[in-house]
């Protein structure tokens, strides 16, 4: 990114790195501040640790704040007392340091994704970072969000700054109508499978276009999100009347002449008319399908109508002898052992709204293991206000408390070795979900519908 | 951080492209709260394979990763950095990491070299025929050299002398205090925060 003056014109992240710029020096990276900094339990001890044996503090504890979400349980059960120590290790740095913590048991608990926007924290124009590659969700609002190693998170609960080298920019643009029944999930495992998983990598990722633009906030987090699985810095989406809509009267969004204030602010956001990305992709809405992945890294993803590929290479023989799959089956006559709806990507009332819609009346298929879990206290408190925690429990489901779950296979929701899994996350790499694990990635609406079936399925499919 | 300056040493060939972060280890042993101790983890359940590169004798003792492209994909986890750095690692060396990870090693003092693709290919090889092939790093001169091959590399200067001197970035930032106080002063009152009077009940 160059830098540029008013009247140059810039792109929407250009203009977010250029507000926070401390110092700019010759031969160095830009020394960027940090408007909000969010912390979990799994990437902060050491970081915390750091600061004391270094004598330091948090700079500004009033712009840090964190949760529990990737090793916390979401049923009863026994408790591991290595994450019990874990858990208890951010309490106690929390408290020493005087961060606000959302701990399990609280109702402002979830994963840290989830949270940020709920309490309207997450704004446009901010830079938002934290201890995981998925701060790029936050990009939905038109913020610069991106994820940081521990390191990293010491340096910005020490100074509140992070040195960063300028990304490149990189457009990408979804033109025309979805077709009906193509979610956001299908939008960005379709520009995954086009672009690859290097394809983004040192870009900031714009999200252009109609297709993006009648999206809700939840099906643009849900593309910025995965945003790092095509290995971009962050993943953007200018803000607009939806995200305005979306933050007004939230906790934490501004208020009375502030609110018109940002307002203000806020359109000025956009990219300029003329402005240059150092890279450009279009995609054609209309071409877009419900996508299920079959290998072992994102890019390995085809369309529900699709066979499994032919293996072009060593990568793509690796991944379909440890998913078990042969070239020429269809995708769906595939049969996954479990559906797992949840996570950062697909967790937010949206998303369990569109499941519960095509669970209504129907059953889980006899013998298939089916979980839910909320990516937040609050969605799980305003979807059983809304009953859909019964539908989801008449059909079969395991309704469960907020957290990471089986996004990752860390806490004790986790595949079995060889167990195959239709989810709504975004990995699908080698034991991601659990050791010897079979991650097929789909949206919501597949998740459910697969559910039902018994194999990979769209919701039109249940009509057939 | 420890400085690196140069380095020699016989290599490990890891010859898969796109090589993540949970397979660098595993999410399962991210539960521990320390910094050090993750060497054992590494490569966690690829390791159980007795076929694995990581368990053949010839390359016991290797200091220099060779890796496929896009090597530490996925998760932002340092723990990848800290399992390769517990095994003995001191130079990384592919055609291209992923920017979060090649970030972290730079954090802790790992060398990261980027080299293209017919370089890389070239160690891989010569690893692969030869384990008792030395390679040397040399930061200072920017060079990477083994009998096969003797190529220049790029890195930022910043990162180069951070490392060549081995410099805490942490009190490099706060050298100027000055700037981000200032900036401070400048900041909206109406962004967010987390101080009680900007929180309502
Ligand atoms: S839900 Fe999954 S991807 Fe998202 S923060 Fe948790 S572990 Fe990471």
């Known amino acids: 990114m160059a830098g540029t003056t008013a009247t140059t014109p810039s792109t929407l992240a250009e203009k977010v790195w250029e507000r926070h710029v401390v110092r700019r020096a010759e031969g160095e990276p830009d020394l960027l501040y940090v408007d909000l900094h969010l912390v979990h339990e799994v990437t902060s001890p050491q970081a915390f640790e750091g600061l004391r044996l270094a004598g330091r503090t948090v700079r500004r504890p009033d712009l840090t704040v964190a949760t529990m979400d990737h090793n916390v349980p979401t049923a009863p059960g026994p408790e591991d007392p290595i994450s019990v120590q874990q858990m208890s290790a951010l309490r106690t740095n929390c408290a020493e340091f005087g961060i606000t913590l959302y701990p399990t048991g609280d109702l402002g608990q979830g994963i840290v994704h989830v949270i940020g926007p709920q309490m309207g924290l997450t704004q446009p124009g901010l830079v938002m970072v934290c201890g995981d590659s998925h701060t790029s969700t936050h990009g939905a609002f038109g913020a610069l969000a991106f994820g940081i190693g521990t390191s990293e998170v010491e340096h910005v609960l020490a100074t509140q700054t992070l040195p960063q080298p300028k990304p490149g920019t990189m457009a990408i643009s979804v033109d025309g109508d979805l077709p009906a029944g193509v979610s956001a999930k299908d939008v960005v495992l379709g520009i995954i499978a086009r672009i690859g998983t290097r394809g983004g990598v040192g870009h900031v990722i714009e999200y252009r276009g109609d297709a993006i633009r009648s999206l809700s906030m939840e099906g643009r987090m849900t593309i910025c999100n995965m945003s790092i699985e095509a290995g971009a810095r962050a993943g953007m989406v200018a803000p607009d009347d939806t995200t305005f809509a979306y933050l007004e009267g939230r906790p934490h969004a501004p208020t009375g002449r502030d609110w018109e204030e940002a307002l203000d602010d806020w359109r000025s956001l956009p990219t300029d008319e003329g402005a240059a990305f150092d890279r450009e992709v279009t995609i054609d809405a209309a071409v877009l399908r419900p996508h299920v992945s079959w290998g072992t890294n994102p890019g390995q993803t085809v369309t529900i109508d699709d066979v499994v590929p032919e293996p072009g290479d060593e990568a793509a023989e690796r991944a379909l002898a440890y998913m078990d799959l042969r070239p020429g089956t269809p995708m769906r006559e595939i049969r996954p052992d479990t559906v797992f709806i949840g996570s950062c990507t697909n967790s937010r009332i949206e998303d369990l709204r569109e499941a519960a819609g095509i669970l209504e009346g129907r059953m889980v298929r006899e013998g298939l293991r089916a979980m839910v879990v909320p990516g937040s206290m609050l969605v799980k408190r305003q979807a059983e206000q809304e009953g859909l925690d019964a539908v989801f429990t008449r059909a079969g489901f395991e309704w469960r408390d907020a957290g990471c779950s089986m996004c990752l296979g860390m806490n004790p929701d986790q595949l079995t070795p060889g167990e195959r899994c239709a989810s709504t996350s975004n990995r699908n790499f080698e034991g991601r979900q659990g050791r010897g694990g079979r991650t097929h990635l789909v949206s919501p609406a597949v998740a459910a519908a697969t559910a039902v079936a018994g194999h990979f399925a769209t919701p039109s499919d249940l009509d057939a | ?201």
Not at chain 2, 71 to 78: D, H, K, L, V, Y
């Open chain 2, 1 to 201: 951080m420890k400085p690196f300056t140069t380095h020699t040493g016989r290599a490990l060939p890891l010859d898969r492209a796109d090589v993540d972060t949970d397979q660098i280890i595993p999410a399962v042993h991210l539960r521990r709260i320390e910094r050090t101790g993750f060497g054992p983890f590494l490569f966690g359940e690829w390791r159980k394979d007795p076929a694995f590169v990581l368990n053949d004798p010839r390359y016991a003792g290797a200091s220099v990763l060779i890796a496929g492209p896009n090597f530490g994909s996925g998760s932002s986890r340092e723990h990848a950095v800290w399992a390769l750095e517990d095994a003995g690692f001191r130079a990384l060396i592919s055609e291209r990491f992923a920017d979060i990870f090649r970030t972290n090693c730079s954090k802790i003092g790992l060398l990261t070299v980027e080299l293209p693709a017919e370089s890389v290919r070239a160690l891989m090889d010569a690893v692969l025929d030869d384990p008792s092939t030395e390679i040397t790093v040399d930061l200072r001169e920017l060079r990477v050299s083994a009998p096969a091959v003797d190529e220049r590399f790029e890195i930022d200067p910043y990162t180069r002398r951070r490392l060549l001197e081995g410099l805490d970035d942490i009190a490099l930032t706060l050298a100027n205090a000055e700037a981000i106080e200032a900036f401070e002063r400048g900041r909206a009152t109406r962004l967010p925060s987390m101080a009680p009077t900007g929180r309502p009940a």
